[in-house]
């Protein structure tokens, strides 16, 4: 049954496939620890659900395992942004959540036709579970010292996305940790964001501060940002494994020419109109022109 699974979800296009049992599918408080010491910074929404943060298959009564894809996107970035891209390459082309839901659906159709019984639901950063744990246990990689799930091939340029169910399935083989000594994405860090056991403090994360942080910052901030519009990749462009993942060429996470102009100027120079044309099927929306507006004024400041 598994295999079954695993092929029409490789056919959906989801390159990679892992299961998690319900043994397998509990954290414990690791969680706590990290709100303990602060690093969620203002996003209140991190301290709530914490049930399932921590044993996620309690998310649905009948939920018996997770079955957890990954989706490669690292792709080739345009001419002039090479060194410094001032949006993450995640956010280039178009939003993950739509076309992994799409996707998911269309599997979950095919699956509810073929395998009787079967009940499923998506989770595509719409619930509070923990996905790259989840990945972990799923054997679909480790966990990088940046807290970041890394695949033996395509790195940690994954999306990661979940598939609850009532079916009882075996857990996939994890691998071992293959980080060694290497504190490469530590040491590229602008702020020293990644702390020890690989938490990552959301104050100090220009991640965090370029998409999540609502509002305007406060004093000592917005020199942190270090020239970043939208997200950050400088933790995952360093790291070894990452530099000899294959480009992803026909993938619709590819570079969207509309935002070549991409500048701190040009952003500020953009009307409300233009932005919500832009948006259609973008990351970037999360931000929000305001937010994007916000980030550009302090890089021009701390230029």
């Known amino acids: 049954m598994q295999t079954q699974i695993k092929d029409i979800l490789l056919q959906a296009g989801f390159p990679l496939v892992g299961f998690v049992g319900e043994a397998q599918a509990q954290f414990g408080d690791w969680y706590k620890k990290w709100l303990e010491r602060g690093y969620q910074a203002e996003m209140a929404y991190m301290e709530r659900n914490l049930a399932i943060r921590e044993t996620p298959l309690v998310i649905e009564p009948w939920a018996k395992s997770m079955v957890v894809v990954g989706v490669p996107y690292k792709t080739q970035p345009p001419k002039g942004w090479e060194q410094k891209p001032p949006i993450s390459c995640y956010a280039w082309g178009e939003d993950y959540h739509h076309w992994i839901k799409k996707r998911l659906r269309l599997a979950l159709s095919q699956l509810s036709t073929e395998i009787p ?44 996305a979940a598939v609850v169910t009532n079916l009882e399935l075996e857990s996939s083989q994890p691998l071992a940790q293959n980080c060694g000594d290497c504190a490469l994405c530590l040491d590229a860090c602008p702020n020293s964001a990644i702390k020890p056991r690989g938490f990552v403090d959301a104050r100090l994360c220009i991640s965090y501060l370029t998409i999540e942080k609502r509002g305007e910052f406060k004093p000592g901030q917005e020199r942190l940002l270090a020239g970043s519009l939208f997200g950050c990749d400088r933790c995952q462009e360093v790291c070894p494994v990452n530099i000899q993942a294959p480009i992803q060429t026909d993938s619709p ?32 929306k999360r931000a929000g022109l305001k937010g994007l507006q916000r980030n550009a004024r302090a890089v021009l400041a701390y230029k």
């Open 117 to 160: 019984g079967f009940i499923g639901r998506a989770l595509v950063d719409s619930a509070p579970i923990p996905e790259k744990l989840l990945a972990q246990r799923a054997g679909l990689g480790w966990i990088g010292k940046n807290s970041l799930l890394i695949h033996p091939k395509y790195g940690s340029y994954l999306f990661l």
């Open 253 to 284: 996470f590819c570079f969207d020419p509309k935002w070549s102009p991409t500048s701190p100027q040009w952003v500020l120079d953009l009307d409300l109109a233009t932005f919500d044309q832009l948006k259609i099927k973008s990351p970037l």
